[in-house]
């Protein structure tokens, strides 16, 4: 990657701390960095004129960038550590072991000790960590000795031998510092009273221990004892400084995953994490285009399954925003409020929403370029491939909308020079078609926009899109020639599914190349129609203006058609579905008033 194709993805690398992965042309991971900000840092590869041979291999080879957003330079740390010792992408030479990271541990023995290590073992003891400073532990622990006195020695305090006096109190006794549990001069109640404030001073809870200091430090003003009022605001001042938890590690938490979800028009921006062992091990991104009847329980419960069954995830909790129901999950789903696991679920949204302004910022290049290309590449290109007469300068693309089998609406979209003119879309309610009919609705809008032009004077399209095959493509030329627009602009039908182009009295269709410039701005007006058509759609839903169908059944309340509609997701399924299907959620005697309503709206459409 050199450094002008860098500069087309650079807008994308937020100005934040985080971690950055680099790619090469075979999706093999190269190299895992950090940085306080990671765009500068990025950025740092592809503007130095000077580089190491090493540094000058590595740009060489990269093809792809991908980063992870996190709170602070810690994390980033941390999150390193973890993906290099994961995946020892050869670039990062330098790997360190994990006795690199201090931990601190609370002993599981009598009278447990309090002391920094290296080593993390399996011997019941709890460790908190890894810290990134081994200054700042070692800090820590002196903080505590010098306000909690806890024993230092490696005595094996059983009841047995301090019952039989085998030992003597030493000289940190005498200096205060520990409290003689080996002559039995402390209990084993009072020591674990002492013992659960350095658990909190350890795990961030230090109001308490803040509120007792700066009540000491007020007596010793008051009495005048400035020098040792001194030293306690020093001893504040250094808790209010340290942080001893992370945001990417903590060995208490376990397995789990994290899965947070971003809307951005009908695009779902999905974030999936998965933390092990307390450590963020992935961090992936996709996005999914959002149908019609889709709701962000159903698109997020489908992410979550998903990614689980890409990386073959066994974590039996899953944290998410909101809760999703999930038919017989082997985990749980949470929605935290409060704490860790909170802090993970704000990292994982912050990435999927650094991830959902990279694709709007790829959308808006796209459409830039499009623009650039439309009058010297793009419509004469289009315009050769569709065999028009003049250039389409002014396109139209229509399209129908319909909810779940029910309460039709249409859109239109206008397209000048390859660009959307969005003052000229337009909505249509449709008003003459009773029912769901594809084609007369199409009939009924495309006569409806073409009258509007003729009687306001206005310009015709070079070239009209019809987003449907022969039979919508024939209902709207019947409006044409009632009209009296034949032979006036193009109008072609766009297959749904395969893209295949249809035009008016030709028995073949046109398939254009799939990654041909033609069929990519095809493919972008009609896509543009379907979000601007169920844009509205919902608008509509949610203002009240549409009914559920079910609604209309006598005996069938609220709950229950919800219910339906959750189950066989539209009404036209509900409509073919088999007497026990339906009894199965509604009970049998709705589920009969139901299909005896179906059965006569079909006796009344035959009659």
């Not at 949610?542 to 169908?549: H, L, Q």
């Amino acid at each position: 990657m050199n450094a002008a194709s860098f500069q087309e993805i650079a807008a994308s690398i937020p100005h934040q701390p985080g971690i950055y992965k680099y790619f090469d042309g075979a999706d093999k991971l190269l190299y895992v960095g950090k940085a306080k900000d990671l765009r500068k840092r990025v950025s740092s590869y592809f503007s130095k004129t000077v580089q190491s041979y090493k540094t000058a291999e590595l740009v060489q080879r990269i093809r792809r960038i991908e980063f992870v957003v996190v709170n602070t330079e810690q994390d980033a740390f941390l999150l390193e550590n973890t993906l290099i010792k994961q995946h020892r992408p050869v670039f990062n030479i330098d790997l360190k072991d994990d006795k690199t990271y201090p931990y601190i541990v609370i002993k599981n023995e009598p009278f447990p000790r309090v002391f920094l290590t290296r080593r993390k073992l399996n011997d019941g003891s709890t460790y908190l960590g890894p810290f990134t400073s081994v200054g700042k532990v070692r800090e820590l622990l002196a903080f505590i000795r010098q306000n909690i006195p806890l024993r230092t020695c490696k005595l094996p305090l059983t009841e047995k031998n301090i019952q039989k006096g085998k030992f003597k109190v030493c000289l940190e006794y005498h200096l205060g510092n520990c409290k003689g549990p080996c002559a039995g001069l402390q209990t084993p109640d009072d020591y674990i009273a002492d013992l659960g404030q350095v658990k909190n001073i350890l795990r961030g809870k230090i109001t308490p221990v803040m509120q007792h200091l700066k009540a000491a430090m007020q007596q010793h003003v008051t009495g005048l004892e400035f020098e040792k009022a001194a030293q306690i605001k020093k001893k504040i001042e250094h808790l209010e400084q340290y942080q001893s938890k992370s945001g990417v590690v903590n060995p208490k938490m376990g397995d789990v995953d994290v899965c947070s979800m971003l809307m951005q028009d009908e695009m779902a921006c999905i974030n999936f994490m998965m933390v092990r062992n307390g450590a963020i091990t992935t961090s992936e991104n996709i996005a999914f285009t959002a149908k019609l009847a889709d709701l962000e329980q159903d698109i997020l419960s489908f992410a979550i399954s998903y990614f689980r069954n890409k990386f073959e995830s066994t974590a039996e909790e899953v944290i998410v925003p909101f809760l999703v129901e999930m038919l017989e999950a082997p985990f749980t789903i949470k929605v935290p409020k409060l704490g860790e696991k909170k802090t993970l679920l704000a990292l994982s949204e912050k990435n999927a929403a650094f991830f959902a302004a990279e694709q709007l910022r790829k959308k808006k290049l796209l459409l830039q370029e499009h623009s650039k290309q439309s009058k010297d590449q793009l419509l004469p290109g289009l315009q050769a491939d569709l065999h028009l007469a003049d250039l389409p300068e002014h396109i139209e693309c229509f399209d129908n909308s319909n909810f779940q089998g029910s309460f039709p609406v249409a859109a239109m979209v206008c397209f000048r020079n390859g660009m959307p003119s969005k003052k000229e879309y337009r909505h249509y309610n449709i008003k003459t078609v009773q029912g769901i009919n594809d084609f007369a609705s199409m009939k009924e809008v495309v006569y409806r926009r073409y009258k509007r032009l003729l009687q306001e004077g206005s310009a015709l399209p070079q070239l009209v899109i019809i987003d449907g095959g022969k039979g919508q493509l024939a209902a709207a030329n019947e409006s044409i020639r009632a009209l009296g627009l034949e032979g006036k602009m193009t109008v072609v039908g766009l297959a749904k599914n395969v893209e295949e182009i249809f035009f008016t009295g030709d028995r073949e269709s046109l398939k254009l190349p799939y990654q041909s410039a033609s069929l990519l701005l095809i493919r972008r007006i009609r896509d543009e129609v379907h979000r601007f058509g169920v844009s509205f759609h919902r608008q509509k839903r949610s203002s009240g203006t549409f009914k559920n169908e079910l609604s209309e059944i006598k005996g069938i309340g609220k709950a229950t058609s919800e219910a339906l509609l959750k189950h066989f997701k539209s009404v036209h399924k509900i409509e073919t579905a088999s007497l026990s299907e339906i009894a199965a959620i509604s009970g049998i005697e709705k589920a009969k008033r139901i299909q005896d309503y179906f059965a006569a709206k079909r006796s009344g459409e035959n009659a």
